[in-house]
Nanobody, 119 residues
């Protein structure tokens, strides 16, 4: 069992920055993938970014490439999402998830943190 707790969301102006955190607890692991997803009002949940826990290889959705950066702190079992140059279309609930086995199935999810970007 893994528990994920997101934090760092808030209300910001377009062009501002936020840094989201996702702290994992309940177990430790040396492999797998951690990722960020988001769901805007009335929209389906979509992939934002992911990072391989052991290799640190990253993937990004095209719409956030160059603006968002995902990183991890292995010692703290924490993944971060640095969000720069925020746009109103980035407004969503952001969720952290973990794929423990590397099967491209997301095993555990956090409760989400709201990010709102005003024009």
């Amino acid at each position: 069992q893994v528990q994920l707790v997101e934090s760092g969301g808030g209300l910001v102006q377009a062009g501002d920055s936020l840094k989201l955190s996702c702290a994992a607890s309940g177990r430790t692991f040396s492999s797998g993938i951690m990722g960020w997803f988001r769901q805007a009002p009335g929209k389906e949940r979509e992939f934002v970014a992911s990072i391989n826990w052991s290799t640190a290889k990253t993937y990004y959705q095209d719409s956030v490439k160059g603006r968002f950066t995902i990183s991890r702190d292995n010692a703290k079992n924490t993944v971060y999402l640095q969000m720069n140059s925020l746009k109103p279309e980035d407004t969503a609930v952001y969720y952290c998830a973990v794929d423990i086995r590397g099967l491209r199935l997301w095993d555990y999810w956090g409760q989400g943190t709201q990010v709102t970007v005003s024009s």
